[in-house]
């Protein structure tokens, strides 16, 4: 894979920072090393010393002094050292991702905390786009994405999809605009990354197949563009087997993947990762380190302990516990469809995630119909304007 061309300008002018080098340098060093580099504050001055936090299985997560003190210190960007070490074990253990073990500059699979995966794709889209970029992305597209891609000026070039995902056929339309070879020549501008959300997709609810996967990723491979997996809903797949993920088939190492425990640990702690080929996660971790310059420290630590606590089984326990909980939340909104909408709309039933994608018949873009209707509704009007102006 050569790397170079998915990067811009300033992403390749980024360069280690001096003093978030030095914090990660010292903390790998002994605890009677001082350093006055850094700028670090006396985290005896805090003025928070212990917390005990209860679980819902009655276990407790203690702050004693000292670990308070880290929790509350800085720390290194990419992520604490031993919530990196759990997470990617984990990833192994569901994905076995084949570049697992290949040589770094051949894209060897790393992984970074990130502040939220939404952080993390925000990096990766300043990484790769370029103003007049062409990027792919599945229609209907997540909202948060169109926000974060319209200021960078590329263009989106949507793939149309269906219950089951993007439908390979409508890419292999639109990518036959194009030459395979033409990937080479930065003129031809050929799409540089698709987008997908595979599982429980927002807002639509479809999941993409494993075959539909295969075929994408042999697209990928044909006309050389990376592939960004943005699975929040990865750990609410209703069924089981879950379905083979494209990290899981990615040979070339050209898939970006973000993950996310904002929908089964919590969403306030703002904890995602993001795991791809090593020379592309180093250039995210750059940008972390002059941005946020690091995730929580206390947040990771919380969530840290509580994976060591639980181990992979009792993590994947509560997964399990989380998916029966929005089974029953999807059944019953599909009941209240079928009493209330049978006739009027259509939809099809989500095999993950979170979302109902509902088709009014006989109107083909409802914008109107929230206008006017919504906004009669005096509790809806600062909804309904929203909706208008972001349509």
């Keep these: 894979m050569n790397y170079t061309r998915f990067i811009t300008a300033a992403s390749a002018a980024r360069k280690p920072s001096a003093i978030r080098v030095m914090t990660e340098i010292l903390g790998k060093s002994s605890k009677s090393v001082l350093s006055l580099a850094t700028g670090a504050p006396n985290p005896n001055t805090f003025p928070f010393k212990t917390a005990v936090i209860t679980t819902d299985n ?10 308070m003190k880290r929790a509350l210190q800085y720390s290194q960007s990419a992520g604490l ?8 074990q984990l990833q192994v253990k569901l994905h076995n991702p084949p570049t697992i073990h290949y040589p770094p500059s051949q894209g060897q699979m790393d992984m970074c905390v990130t502040c ?16 007049g970029d062409n990027i792919l992305v599945n229609e209907p597209i997540y909202s948060g994405t169109i926000h974060a891609v319209q200021p960078l000026g590329c263009n989106m070039i949507n ?15 639109i990518l036959s605009r194009w030459k395979p070879e033409d990937s080479k020549n930065p003129e031809k501008n050929t799409p540089k990354f698709l987008y997908t959300v595979p599982n429980g997709n927002n807002p639509a609810g479809s999941s993409l197949t494993t075959n539909r996967k295969k075929e994408i990723y042999e697209l990928a491979r044909k006309y050389d563009f990376l592939i960004i997996e943005d699975d929040p809903y990865y750990f609410m797949q209703f069924s089981k087997p879950w379905a083979p993920t494209f990290l899981s088939m990615d040979v070339d190492g050209r898939v970006i993947r973000a993950d996310s425990f904002s929908k089964v640990l919590s969403s306030g702690l703002r904890i995602g990762f993001i795991t791809g080929p090593k020379p592309l996660i180093e250039r995210i971790v750059l940008h972390v380190q002059v941005s946020t310059m690091h995730p929580s420290t ?9 994976l060591y606590q639980w181990g992979e089984e009792g993590f994947l326990a509560h997964v399990d516990r989380v998916i029966d909980f929005y089974r029953k939340q999807r059944d019953a909104l599909l009941a209240a469809a079928d009493k209330w909408l049978s006739g009027l709309a259509e939809w099809y039933v989500p095999t993950a995630g979170m979302f109902l994608w509902v088709k009014i018949k006989g109107l ?6 929230i206008e006017e209707k919504a906004f009669k509704k005096e509790a809806f009007q600062g909804l309904a304007q929203l909706i208008k102006e972001s349509l």
């Design 58 to 67: 009655k276990e407790t997560i203690q702050f004693d002094e000292e670990m």
């Design 116 to 131: 939220g995966s939404q952080e993390g794709l925000c990096k990766v889209f300043e990484m790769i786009i370029n103003p």
């Design 298 to 306: 206390f947040a990771q630590l919380l969530v840290s302990q509580l």
């Design 159 to 173: 793939i149309s999809s269906d219950e089951h995902g993007i439908i390979p056929d409508s890419l292999r339309e």
């Design 364 to 369: 083909h873009d409802v914008r109107k119909l």
């Design 81 to 88: 050292p031993e919530l990196l070490s759990w997470l990617k």
